[in-house]
């Protein structure tokens, strides 16, 4: 039995081929899981006035594929700053199995965007599992956007300070090691580095200040995200002033009015023409049937 809510027909589940990919019914569980949380966040988003929309290969497996692209492994969407601090004042709204996962509501968790989590479930990256202490069910990434300084001068002093701050929470986080010796080194160097700069959330806060300095601006990106200014998409806001609504997987989503513009820039001009590419989070150890609590118990 799936730990999730809606009632889906006999047939998603079965194994299919789409574009020439096979789809297993073990994967067809993990979409169900995440379309489950892609309705609860949509549900919550309406219920307290968030503007939200599909984004990256969610977008692109909407208008190309009326659902998920056949090789994809998650869902991605995008909300503007101003309603990404909304989700965060309401995560208690998200109610068992489902966990909205940021800085604030989940100790030990400093990336630069939100996730929605199922909890009864596992979705692990290989590189973290017990050396990471938050929630690790099967997830919904949320990413938020901000806007891109014009001056370059300015742009690029920025982003140098958002990866200054990135690399002090790593440093700060990040003190697992196999090696006894080095393990000691990583702990001994994250508290000192506490003494100069506080604590490794408040090291985060500053990065999403950060974030939002120029948040008046007519281009947008989710730039924390980005490795420096020379990544970010520039997207200019009014492609997602608007939204409409799009098919998934049998349910109507948002997306931005001008999802083509977006989408051609993002994978050119022939975006409809299918392209086998790999997942972006590599191997990810995927089981609906099990809590990630229980997987790593049993490790």
């Not at 989700?87 to 100790?107: H, M, S, V």
């Not at 349910?251 to 392209?275: C, H, Q, T, W």
Request: with cysteine; glycine share 6%.
């Amino acid at each position: 039995m799936l730990p999730i809510k809606i009632q889906l027909p006999e047939e998603f589940f079965r194994e299919e081929v789409r574009s020439g990919y096979t789809v297993s019914e073990e994967m067809k569980k993990v979409w169900a899981v995440e379309l489950d949380m892609l309705v609860e966040f949509d549900r919550i988003c309406r219920e307290i006035g968030v503007k939200y929309f599909l984004d990256a290969g969610t977008l692109l497996g909407a208008i190309r594929h009326k659902g998920f692209i056949p090789w994809d492994d998650d869902i991605d969407v995008a909300v503007l700053r101003e309603d990404y601090e909304k989700l965060i004042q309401n995560a208690g709204l998200f109610r068992e199995p489902y966990f909205f996962q940021c800085a604030y509501t989940d100790k030990g968790y400093f990336r630069a965007h939100a996730q929605l989590r199922n909890s009864k479930t596992t979705g692990i990256l290989p590189s973290e599992g017990k050396k990471v202490p938050f929630n690790q069910g099967i997830f919904l990434d949320i990413f938020p956007y901000d806007g891109i300084c014009e001056d370059k001068m300015l742009r690029r002093k920025q982003s140098k300070k958002i990866a200054v701050y990135k690399k002090r929470i790593r440093m700060m986080t990040k003190v697992y090691s196999p090696n006894k010796i080095k393990g000691a080194i990583k702990k001994l160097r994250a508290e000192l580095l506490k003494i100069p700069y506080g604590s490794p959330l408040k090291q985060y806060s500053r990065f999403e200040e950060e974030c939002k300095r120029y948040n008046n601006s007519g281009m947008i990106d989710c730039i924390g995200l980005r490795r420096n200014e020379e990544e970010y998409f520039y997207a200019p806001r009014e492609w997602y002033s608007e939204t409409l609504l799009k098919e998934f997987e049998g349910f109507l989503f948002p997306v931005p009015s001008e999802y083509d513009k977006a989408l051609k820039e993002a994978y050119g001009e022939n975006y409809m023409i299918p392209r086998k590419a790999s997942s972006f989070h590599g191997e990810v150890i995927l089981d609906t049937q099990k809590s990630y609590i229980e997987y790593l118990t049993n490790q």
